[in-house]
């Protein structure tokens, strides 16, 4: 696992590395990734203006360069550990009439390593970093924007048929701290030693097992909490190449009720993803 070199095989398994991005603010939400699995790479974003209620997106089953960039921070490796101190990432998109540069206010971050299969997962996740950048749209003139990110390196040896239910986001509790969260079901999520975390203030805490609905709209915890979703906009993706198949949905949009841990939103923002792969 990191900060160690990882073979592109093991036991059997290929390895999966990807850093995913999510920005989340009022005027936009966004993502972007770039996967690998194996020797094969893969890269996705998207935008949500929602003023406009616009949705753009592009999936590349074989990255373009200079299209997407994600930079990790100095002493920070996507895949790997970092230093301790705050560091700056990057986040470019150049690509379908989108201009998009966020820096991003990194973190050390929480993380866990878990069994899946006959492999092992090591993931650190960051949540309420600061996003501050930059939009331009179809040639237009950049505007400035601020936002809160989550931003997610993982690297690993899956199961060869994984399925999980994922949500992060960032808002504030009625007692008026910033809170940031990343719930899962269906990998890394041992009882204890998970990557579930609910971040209060910029600390992060283990939050306790959590239970998504079928249609994405309420995530519960065994402590009583209910977390409770609105889609605004939703991301659909479905691949077939008979020995690798994935399929997937990711709405963005906000979120009420309570977090695990008995904290109440007053406002929150992010996503939530269910997704069947075969890899």
Not at 16 to 45: D, H, N, T
Not at 65 to 92: C, D, F, Q
Not at 221 to 250: C, M, N, P, Q
Request: aromatic share 8%.
């Amino acid at each position: 696992m990191p900060p160690r070199r990882m073979p592109l095989l093991r036991r059997g398994r290929p390895l999966k590395r990807w850093r995913y991005v999510g920005i989340f603010g009022e005027e936009l939400m966004a993502c972007a990734a770039l996967v690998q699995v194996g020797p094969a790479r893969q890269s996705f974003w998207a935008l949500y203006r929602r003023d406009a209620d616009e949705l753009r997106e592009r999936t590349r089953l074989l990255p373009q360069r200079g299209a997407l960039r994600l930079e990790a921070g100095a002493g920070v490796r996507a895949g790997g550990a970092g230093a301790s101190a705050a560091r700056t990432g990057r986040l470019r998109i150049d690509d379908g009439g989108v201009a998009l540069d966020v820096a991003l206010a990194e973190e050390d971050g929480f993380s866990a390593c878990c069994p899946h299969g006959r492999g092992e997962v090591w993931t650190r996740k960051q949540a309420g970093v600061d996003a501050r950048g930059t939009l331009a749209l179809d040639g237009r003139e950049p505007a400035p924007f601020s936002a809160h990110a989550v931003i997610d390196d993982t690297a690993g040896y899956h199961a060869r048929r994984t399925e999980w239910w994922w949500s992060a986001g960032v808002g504030r509790s009625i007692d008026g701290r910033a809170v940031a969260w990343n719930l899962v079901s269906g990998v890394n999520d041992p009882p204890s030693g998970s990557e579930r975390a609910v971040w209060l203030d910029g600390r992060p805490h283990e939050a306790p097992p959590v239970r998504f609905t079928d249609d994405l709209r309420a995530i519960s915890s065994t402590d009583g909490a209910t977390l409770r979703f609105r889609a605004e906009a939703e991301r659909t993706r479905r691949d077939d190449f008979v020995i690798f198949k994935s399929d997937y949905r990711a709405p963005f949009g906000a979120f009420y009720g309570e977090l695990p841990g008995g904290v109440e939103l007053a406002h929150g923002l992010g996503v939530v993803e269910h997704h069947r792969a075969l890899w």
